[in-house]
C-alpha cells in the first residue's frame, strides 16, 4: 500500500513523522544504534523462526518431487546434494487419476460457495445486527452468540436424518449447508463487532448525504470492513478446504473433496508417502493463495482521518 | 433555502427522560440562528431532530412548507456538519464531498464542476486527491463544510464544528464560516456551547437550559436585556455579577443597598423600567457586569456609585485588567444560579456566605494590587435586576414579553 502513495503524501507523513519526534526527548548515538542492533536482531530472529516455521511445508514438497524408491531410502533432505531425484512423475500420476482430479474439483465446489455464501449473509446480517433498530435485536443477537458454542458434533446426527428423507443426503449442497450454518454464528459475531465499531457518525453523515441502508453498507461499510471481511473470508476458506469430518459423514463418494480421496489413498505406515504427498501438498497450495491474495486487506489504521 | 419552524418540539426517551421540551423556533430564510447552552441542555438532540436523526416525541417540524416529522433524514434535504467531521476515511477529500451528489445521481460533469467550485471556495482544490488522514484538523473540517456546501441544501446544521480546533484556528475558521454563510445565504442552525461562538456567528441566538428555551434574540440584545438570571449569567465572559440586594426608594430615583453599602438606581433607569417601582422595598437580585465597574482612581464619580472593597487578585490580560473582590452582599441563589454554576465546574452555591465573589474589569492603566484597598465605580446607568425568587429579568413589560416577541418574529 504504502509504495502506491503520492508523492506529496509521504512528504506530508515525513513531516508529521519528524513533529511526532520534537516531543521525544532527543537520544544520544549510542541509544539509537542500541535501538537499531536491537531491532536488527529482532528481524534476524523473526527470519530465522519464519525458515523455522517452513521446514515441514518444504519437507512435503521435496517428498512429493522424489520416487516412491527415494522417499523410502533416504530422508527429503538429501535433495540439496542430489537435486536429480527431483521429478514430477507423482504429480503425474495423482492427475492421471480421475478420482482424485474430481475430488480436487469437489473441495473447490463445496469451499468456494460455502465461503461466498457466509461472508455475503454474514456481513448483512451483522450490520442489521449492528446498525439497524428492530424488536428483539439484542436476543437474537444473543441466540447467535449462543450458537458459538455448539459444537459441531451434535449436529451430525440429526442433520444426518433431517437429510436423510431428502434428496439432498450425500450431495455437495448437503456439505456447504451443513457449513454455511456453523460458519454464521462465527462470522455475524466477528463482522458485528467490527462494524459496531465504526462510528456512528460516519452512518449518520451518509444518511444525511442521502444513503439508503443498502447504499451505505455497500459504499461505507463493506470498504471500511474490509479486513475483518477479509480475514472472515480466509478463515472459513481455510476451515471448509481442510475439512475432514462434515465430509466423511454428508459426502457420498461422488462429492467427495480432497481430504476424503487423501484419506482413502492412505496406506498403512505411509507406505505411499509420495502420492500423499503430491496431494497433500496440491490441497495446501490453494489455501496459501488465497490467503497471500487477500493479505493486503489487512492494512492497518483504515480508520484514520474518519472523525477528529 | 428555506424557513425552519419549529413548534412545540419535544423529546422524550422510553425511560421518561425528557431531552428538550415544548420548543418553539422561527429561523426565517437565511438566517443564522444559533442554539447555545450549558452541556446537556438539549441543543444538539435539538439539532438531531431537524436533522432526522433522532426521532420527534411532540410537536411538528416544518422546512420549507413541508412538514417533515416523519421524513427521513435522507429527504430533508438539509446538510449537517458534525462535531467529529465524519469524514469517510476510504475516500479522497473530492470524493467526500461528491459522495451526496453521487448519491443523488447528479450528472458526473456537474458533480465535478460542484465539487471543484466547493473546493475553490474552501481553499481545498490542492488538497482534493489525498485522504482525510493526512489533512491537518482545519483541512478536515473544511471537507466537512464542503461537503454540505455542495449539495446547496435547503439548511446547515452544524453541531459544535470547531470544538475540535485549536483557539487559533477556531478562531479563524468562526470567521470563515460566518462569510461563507453570508455568502451563500443558506438557512443555518449552530449548535455550540461557547458563547464567544454565539454572539459573533449568530443573526439571533437561543439559549436553552435542560430542554427549555430560555430567549432567543439577537446577541447584542441577549446581553443588554437577559430574560433572566441564566441567560444573564451564561451570556458574557467573565459572567455577569449576581448580588441579593434590596431596592429603596429615593425619590423619583432608588437605590440598592448591598450589605453596608448602596448604590444610586437613576432616575433615568427607574423611569425605564417601571415595573421595578413594584420591588420598592423588598430584596431584589443585582446583576453588574465586569465590564460596568471601573478603577474609581481613574477618573470622578458620583459618591453614591462608588463601592469600596479589597482586591483579592489581579489577572493581567494586557488590554484589560480582571480584578476579583468580595462584596458584603450574599449571592444570588435560585435554580438558575446553580445550574450556572454546574456549569462552571462550582460545587454549588453557599447560599449563607455573607460576601459574594466579584470580576471587575478594569482598564490597563488601574494601579490596584492584590490586598490594596479598592474603590470601584459602577455604571449605575447599566444596573441589571432580576426577580429573587422567579429569576425573571425585571424590565419595563410583563415577564412573558420574552416569549411573545419569539412568536411575532419573521
Same mark, same amino acid.
Given at each position: 500500500?504504502?509504495?502506491q502513495?503520492?508523492?506529496?503524501?509521504s512528504a506530508?507523513? *515525513?513531516?508529521?513523522?519528524?513533529?511526532g519526534?520534537e516531543?521525544?526527548?532527543?537520544r544520544?548515538?549510542?541509544a539509537?544504534l542500541?535501538?537499531?542492533?536491537?531491532?536488527?536482531a529482532v528481524?534476524?530472529?523473526?527470519?530465522?523462526i519464519?525458515?523455522?516455521?517452513m521446514v515441514p511445508?518444504l519437507?512435503?514438497?521435496?517428498s512429493?518431487?522424489r520416487?516412491p524408491?527415494?522417499?523410502?531410502?533416504s530422508g527429503?533432505?538429501?535433495?540439496?546434494t542430489?537435486?536429480?531425484?527431483?521429478t514430477?512423475?507423482?504429480?503425474a500420476v495423482?492427475?492421471d487419476?480421475?478420482?482424485?482430479?474430481?475430488?480436487?474439483g469437489? *473441495?473447490?465446489?463445496?469451499?468456494?460457495?460455502?465461503?461466498?455464501i457466509?461472508?455475503?449473509?454474514a456481513s &448483512?446480517?451483522? @450490520?442489521a445486527?449492528a446498525?439497524?433498530?428492530?424488536?428483539?435485536?439484542?436476543?437474537?443477537f444473543?441466540g447467535?452468540?449462543?450458537l458459538l458454542?455448539?459444537?459441531i458434533?451434535?449436529?451430525l446426527v440429526?442433520?444426518?436424518?433431517?437429510?436423510g428423507?431428502?434428496p439432498?443426503?450425500?450431495?455437495i449442497?448437503?456439505?456447504?449447508? $451443513?457449513?454455511?450454518g456453523?460458519g454464521?454464528?462465527f462470522?455475524i459475531?466477528?463482522l458485528?463487532?467490527f462494524?459496531?465499531?465504526?462510528?456512528?457518525d460516519?452512518?449518520?453523515?451518509a444518511?444525511m448525504?442521502?444513503?439508503r441502508e443498502l447504499?451505505i453498507?455497500r459504499?461505507?461499510i463493506l470498504?471500511? #470492513?474490509g479486513?475483518?471481511?477479509?480475514s472472515?473470508?480466509?478463515?472459513?476458506?481455510l476451515?471448509?478446504?481442510?475439512d475432514l469430518?462434515?465430509a466423511?459423514?454428508?459426502?457420498?463418494?461422488a462429492?467427495?473433496p =480432497?481430504?476424503v480421496?487423501?484419506?482413502?489413498?492412505?496406506r498403512q505406515?505411509?507406505a505411499?508417502?509420495d502420492?500423499?504427498?503430491a496431494?497433500?501438498?496440491?490441497?495446501m497450495v490453494?489455501p496459501?493463495l488465497?490467503f497471500?491474495?487477500?493479505?493486503?486487506?489487512?492494512?492497518?489504521?483504515?480508520?484514520?482521518?474518519?472523525v477528529? | 433555502?428555506?424557513?425552519?419552524?419549529?413548534? #412545540?418540539?419535544?423529546?422524550t426517551?422510553?425511560?421518561g427522560?425528557?431531552a428538550?421540551?415544548?420548543?418553539? +423556533?422561527?429561523i426565517?430564510?437565511?438566517?443564522?440562528l444559533? &442554539?447555545?447552552?450549558p452541556?446537556?441542555?438539549g441543543?444538539?438532540?435539538?439539532l438531531r431532530?431537524?436533522?432526522?436523526?433522532?426521532e420527534i416525541?411532540?410537536g !411538528?417540524?416544518?422546512?420549507g412548507?413541508?412538514?417533515?416529522n416523519r421524513?427521513?433524514?435522507?429527504?430533508?434535504?438539509v446538510a449537517?456538519?458534525?462535531?467529529s467531521?465524519?469524514l @469517510?476515511?476510504?475516500?479522497?477529500?473530492?470524493?467526500?464531498?461528491?459522495f451526496?451528489?453521487?448519491l443523488?445521481?447528479?450528472?458526473k460533469r456537474?458533480?465535478?464542476?460542484?465539487v471543484e467550485d466547493?473546493?475553490?471556495?474552501?481553499?481545498?482544490?490542492?488538497?482534493?486527491?489525498?485522504?482525510?488522514r493526512n489533512?491537518s484538523?482545519?483541512?478536515r473540517q473544511r471537507?466537512? =463544510?464542503?461537503?454540505a456546501i455542495?449539495r446547496?441544501?435547503?439548511? $446547515?446544521?452544524?453541531?459544535?464544528?470547531l470544538s475540535?480546533l485549536?483557539?487559533k484556528?477556531?478562531v479563524?475558521?468562526?470567521?470563515?464560516i460566518?462569510?461563507?454563510?453570508?455568502?451563500?445565504?443558506?438557512t443555518?442552525?449552530?449548535v455550540t456551547?461557547?458563547?464567544?461562538?454565539?454572539?459573533?456567528l449568530g443573526?439571533?441566538?437561543a439559549?436553552?437550559?435542560?430542554?427549555?428555551?430560555q430567549?432567543?434574540?439577537p446577541?447584542q440584545?441577549l @446581553?443588554?436585556h437577559?430574560?433572566n438570571l441564566?441567560?444573564? #449569567? $451564561?451570556?458574557?465572559?467573565?459572567a455577569?455579577? +449576581?448580588?441579593?440586594?434590596r431596592?429603596?426608594?429615593?425619590g423619583?430615583?432608588a437605590r440598592v443597598? +448591598?450589605?453596608?453599602q448602596s448604590l444610586?438606581?437613576p432616575?433615568a433607569?427607574m423611569?425605564e423600567?417601571?415595573? %421595578?417601582?413594584?420591588?420598592?422595598?423588598?430584596?431584589?437580585?443585582l446583576g453588574?457586569?465586569?465590564?460596568?465597574?471601573e478603577?474609581?482612581?481613574?477618573?470622578?464619580?458620583?459618591?453614591d !456609585? +462608588?463601592?469600596t472593597s479589597?482586591?483579592?487578585l489581579?489577572?493581567?490580560l494586557g488590554?484589560? &485588567?480582571l480584578?476579583?473582590f468580595q462584596?458584603?452582599?450574599?449571592?444570588?441563589?435560585?435554580?438558575d444560579?446553580?445550574? &450556572?454554576?454546574?456549569?462552571a465546574?462550582?460545587? #454549588?452555591?453557599?447560599?449563607?456566605?455573607?460576601?459574594?465573589?466579584?470580576?471587575?474589569?478594569f482598564?490597563?492603566?488601574?494601579?490596584?494590587?492584590?490586598?490594596?484597598?479598592?474603590?470601584?465605580?459602577?455604571?449605575?446607568g447599566h %444596573? @441589571?435586576?432580576?426577580?429573587?425568587?422567579?429569576?425573571d429579568?425585571?424590565?419595563?413589560?410583563?415577564a412573558s414579553? !420574552?416569549?411573545?416577541?419569539?412568536?411575532t418574529?419573521a
Amino acid at each position: 500500500m504504502s509504495a502506491q502513495v503520492e508523492p506529496a503524501e509521504s512528504a506530508e507523513h *515525513t513531516r508529521s513523522a519528524a513533529a511526532g519526534n520534537e516531543g521525544a526527548p532527543h537520544r544520544s548515538l549510542a541509544a539509537r544504534l542500541v535501538a537499531r542492533v536491537g531491532s536488527g536482531a529482532v528481524q534476524v530472529l523473526l527470519i530465522l523462526i519464519a525458515l523455522f516455521w517452513m521446514v515441514p511445508t518444504l519437507g512435503l514438497l521435496f517428498s512429493s518431487l522424489r520416487s516412491p524408491q527415494d522417499n523410502a531410502s533416504s530422508g527429503w533432505w538429501t535433495v540439496f546434494t542430489e537435486p536429480a531425484q527431483l521429478t514430477l512423475r507423482n504429480y503425474a500420476v495423482l492427475l492421471d487419476n480421475p478420482d482424485f482430479v474430481s475430488s480436487f474439483g469437489n *473441495t473447490v465446489l463445496i469451499t468456494v460457495p460455502s465461503t461466498a455464501i457466509i461472508v455475503v449473509v454474514a456481513s &448483512l446480517a451483522a @450490520y442489521a445486527f449492528a446498525w439497524l433498530e428492530f424488536p428483539g435485536r439484542d436476543w437474537l443477537f444473543l441466540g447467535v452468540v449462543g450458537l458459538l458454542v455448539v459444537p459441531i458434533q451434535v449436529a451430525l446426527v440429526p442433520i444426518s436424518s433431517l437429510y436423510g428423507g431428502t434428496p439432498l443426503y450425500g450431495s455437495i449442497p448437503a456439505v456447504v449447508l $451443513f457449513h454455511v450454518g456453523f460458519g454464521l454464528p462465527f462470522g455475524i459475531f466477528l463482522l458485528r463487532n467490527f462494524f459496531a465499531a465504526i462510528p456512528r457518525d460516519l452512518l449518520e453523515a451518509a444518511r444525511m448525504d442521502g444513503g439508503r441502508e443498502l447504499t451505505i453498507f455497500r459504499r461505507v461499510i463493506l470498504p471500511l #470492513g474490509g479486513p475483518a471481511i477479509a480475514s472472515l473470508g480466509i478463515f472459513q476458506f481455510l476451515w471448509v478446504w481442510n475439512d475432514l469430518l462434515v465430509a466423511l459423514v454428508f459426502a457420498a463418494e461422488a462429492s467427495q473433496p =480432497m481430504t476424503v480421496a487423501l484419506q482413502s489413498e492412505m496406506r498403512q505406515f505411509g507406505a505411499n508417502i509420495d502420492v500423499i504427498s503430491a496431494g497433500a501438498f496440491l490441497s495446501m497450495v490453494v489455501p496459501l493463495l488465497v490467503f497471500f491474495a487477500f493479505q493486503r486487506y489487512f492494512v492497518q489504521g483504515v480508520m484514520a482521518g474518519a472523525v477528529k | 433555502m428555506a424557513r425552519v419552524h419549529l413548534s #412545540g418540539i419535544g423529546k422524550t426517551y422510553p425511560d421518561g427522560t425528557s431531552a428538550v421540551t415544548g420548543l418553539d +423556533l422561527d429561523i426565517a430564510e437565511g438566517e443564522f440562528l444559533v &442554539l447555545v447552552g450549558p452541556s446537556g441542555c438539549g441543543k444538539t438532540t435539538a439539532l438531531r431532530m431537524v436533522a432526522g436523526l433522532e426521532e420527534i416525541s411532540s410537536g !411538528t417540524l416544518t422546512i420549507g412548507d413541508r412538514v417533515v416529522n416523519r421524513t427521513p433524514a435522507r429527504d430533508r434535504d438539509v446538510a449537517m456538519v458534525f462535531q467529529s467531521y465524519a469524514l @469517510y476515511p476510504h475516500l479522497s477529500v473530492r470524493d467526500n464531498i461528491a459522495f451526496g451528489l453521487q448519491l443523488r445521481k447528479l450528472p458526473k460533469r456537474e458533480i465535478k464542476q460542484r465539487v471543484e467550485d466547493a473546493a475553490e471556495t474552501l481553499g481545498l482544490t490542492e488538497h482534493l486527491d489525498r485522504r482525510p488522514r493526512n489533512l491537518s484538523g482545519g483541512q478536515r473540517q473544511r471537507v466537512a =463544510m464542503g461537503r454540505a456546501i455542495v449539495r446547496q441544501p435547503q439548511a $446547515f446544521l452544524m453541531d459544535e464544528p470547531l470544538s475540535n480546533l485549536d483557539a487559533k484556528l477556531r478562531v479563524q475558521m468562526r470567521a470563515e464560516i460566518s462569510r461563507l454563510q453570508r455568502d451563500l445565504a443558506v438557512t443555518t442552525v449552530y449548535v455550540t456551547h461557547d458563547q464567544v461562538e454565539a454572539m459573533t456567528l449568530g443573526d439571533r441566538v437561543a439559549v436553552l437550559k435542560k430542554g427549555v428555551l430560555q430567549q432567543v434574540a439577537p446577541p447584542q440584545e441577549l @446581553y443588554d436585556h437577559p430574560a433572566n438570571l441564566f441567560v444573564a #449569567g $451564561f451570556i458574557g465572559s467573565p459572567a455577569m455579577n +449576581l448580588l441579593q440586594g434590596r431596592l429603596e426608594a429615593d425619590g423619583s430615583a432608588a437605590r440598592v443597598e +448591598l450589605g453596608g453599602q448602596s448604590l444610586a438606581v437613576p432616575a433615568a433607569l427607574m423611569a425605564e423600567r417601571p415595573r %421595578l417601582r413594584e420591588y420598592l422595598g423588598r430584596e431584589v437580585a443585582l446583576g453588574i457586569r465586569p465590564e460596568d465597574m471601573e478603577d474609581a482612581e481613574l477618573g470622578t464619580g458620583d459618591q453614591d !456609585t +462608588l463601592l469600596t472593597s479589597t482586591t483579592d487578585l489581579v489577572e493581567a490580560l494586557g488590554p484589560e &485588567l480582571l480584578v476579583h473582590f468580595q462584596l458584603p452582599a450574599p449571592p444570588v441563589v435560585t435554580e438558575d444560579t446553580k445550574e &450556572l454554576a454546574r456549569d462552571a465546574g462550582a460545587e #454549588g452555591i453557599d447560599a449563607a456566605a455573607p460576601y459574594s465573589d466579584v470580576i471587575a474589569r478594569f482598564s490597563p492603566r488601574s494601579r490596584t494590587g492584590t490586598g490594596q484597598p479598592l474603590r470601584v465605580r459602577v455604571d449605575t446607568g447599566h %444596573l @441589571y435586576f432580576f426577580d429573587p425568587a422567579t429569576g425573571d429579568g425585571i424590565w419595563g413589560e410583563p415577564a412573558s414579553a !420574552t416569549q411573545q416577541k419569539e412568536g411575532t418574529h419573521a
